[in-house]
């Protein structure tokens, strides 16, 4: 256990000392004259011995106060580099947690994009579902589905996280050349569902106007992420329930079509999360900006048609 005295006491003496000056030691600390005077007082009680011989606008140390302050100032400058050398590796580096999905389906196409407009902080992302502790240091930011609320973290609200069936064109197809007609919502039931046990197929078939009391939809594949479901689609192994904003590439490049326009929502968004008090930590600061303008950008650019 460590004996040692009032570290605030130690911290005024070492200002007076080394400016010789308790006015100077007051406006370095941020302290009255008064304050300074008092901690140092404290200090000198505890000692048993004077720490300096009190002149007219200067503070003279006795000899034992000569003694301590060579040692005592290198103490301080060793525990500021210390801090100091956290501060230049915290700033250098953005870790940002997200979940796979957002991973793969937005936020890996445009990382880069930040990298390259700050060249002077090194960027990295890791992906997990699990709920993780920012203030740990495990990461910096994360962007995660939900309503937003999570307790001691401020979140900013990026995009909805609604859904809808999507297949790839050939699967769209051929279901249709077998129908001989336009697919139907009442259709979809009965075709390769991607996730059938997922509560969402249920909420869309009931906004659809899709009765499924007598005609549960049947097995299909089950995987573990939208990302894993959205690849799956585009392989033609059925239809799949997704986010059509995180899937616009695709849909643009018809590896994907949306073959409905309704689509539906259990009330979650995706939002970016951080502690209130990393706010204005400049890293988190360039990067909340940026991300919350890119998505401005992509709202306000045309949706592509359902097929």
């Excluded at 240091?137 to 995009?159: F, S, Y």
């Excluded at 995987?223 to 059925?238: K, P, R, T, V």
Aim: hydrophobic share 40%.
């Amino acid at each position: 256990m460590r004996r040692l005295p009032p570290l605030a006491a130690v911290r005024a003496f070492e200002a007076a000392a080394r400016t010789e000056n308790f006015t100077a030691a007051a406006a370095e600390l941020g302290l009255t004259q008064a304050a300074v005077s008092y901690q140092v007082k404290a200090l000198e009680e505890r000692l048993g011995a004077a720490l300096f011989v009190r002149e007219r606008g200067r503070a003279r140390l006795t000899p034992l106060g000569q003694r301590l302050l060579p040692t005592l100032s290198q103490a301080f400058d060793s525990i500021e580099a210390a801090f100091a050398s956290h501060k230049a590796d915290d700033e250098s580096l953005l870790t940002v947690t997200t979940t796979y999905t957002f991973a793969n389906t937005w936020l890996a196409w445009r990382l880069g994009e930040f990298q390259m407009e700050h060249t002077d902080l090194a960027v990295r992302m890791t992906t997990s579902n699990e709920t993780i502790d920012l203030r740990s240091g495990e990461a910096d930011v994360a962007i995660r589905a939900g309503l937003g609320q999570w307790p001691g973290l401020e979140a900013h609200k990026l995009m909805e996280s609604d859904f809808t069936p999507m297949a790839s064109p050939q699967c769209v197809a051929k279901f249709e050349r077998e129908l001989g007609r336009k697919l139907q919502p009442a259709d979809l039931p009965g075709l390769p569902l991607i996730g059938p046990q997922d509560e969402w197929w249920a909420r869309w078939f009931r906004d659809a106007g899709v009765p499924l009391d007598s005609h549960r939809p049947r097995g299909g594949i089950r995987l573990d992420s939208q990302a894993n479901e959205g690849h799956a689609a585009m392989g033609g192994q059925g239809f799949a329930l997704l986010t059509p904003l995180l899937w616009r590439g695709d849909l643009a490049a018809g590896r994907l079509v949306q073959p409905f326009e309704l689509s539906s929502t259990a009330g979650y968004a995706y939002w970016l999360a951080y502690p209130p008090e990393r706010r204005m930590v400049p890293k988190v600061k360039r990067f909340r900006e940026w991300l919350l303008d890119s998505f401005r950008e992509q709202d306000s650019e045309p949706r592509e048609a359902y097929a």
